[in-house]
Nanobody, 125 residues
Framework: QVRLEESGGGLAQAGGSLRLSCGEVGRSFDAYAMGWFRQAPGKEREFVAAVSWDGVNTFYADSVKGRFTISRDKAQNTIYLQMNSLKPEDTAVYYC??????????????????WGQGTQVTVSS
């Protein structure tokens, strides 16, 4: 059974950094893109970043471009999201996602085949 396990959320001050990790149990997404979404209270889940199956290509939402970095360790079956220069508006539950339609990127929530349980990120001003 495919399982995505996240870790690394928590509390940070504005301008600080956090690193999220997502390990895949099952190796079902070896040939597919993986990424991160987030959902703030009262808002829809939104795309944050995606990485291609081989870790070469990365994609970011405009709101995080230049501050967040997504990476993929194929040997460890894990993806990471390094979040720097955090802002209060980054506060949300962050979800790891595995795609089953593309090896390059994640088109949107509807193409996600599996979600992690979510990890809370809170940024104080």
């Amino acid at each position: 059974q495919v399982r995505l396990e996240e870790s690394g959320g928590g509390l940070a001050q504005a301008g600080g950094s956090l690193r999220l990790s997502c390990g895949e149990v099952g190796r079902s997404f070896d040939a597919y893109a993986m990424g991160w979404f987030r959902q703030a209270p009262g808002k829809e889940r939104e795309f944050v970043a995606a990485v291609s199956w081989d870790g070469v290509n990365t994609f970011y939402a405009d709101s995080v471009k230049g501050r967040f970095t997504i990476s993929r360790d194929k040997a460890q079956n894990t993806i990471y999201l390094q979040m720097n220069s955090l802002k209060p508006e980054d506060t949300a539950v962050y979800y790891c996602a595995g795609d089953r339609q593309s090896g390059v990127t994640i088109a949107g929530p509807m193409s996600v085949a599996a979600w992690g349980q979510g990890t809370q990120v809170t940024v104080s001003s």
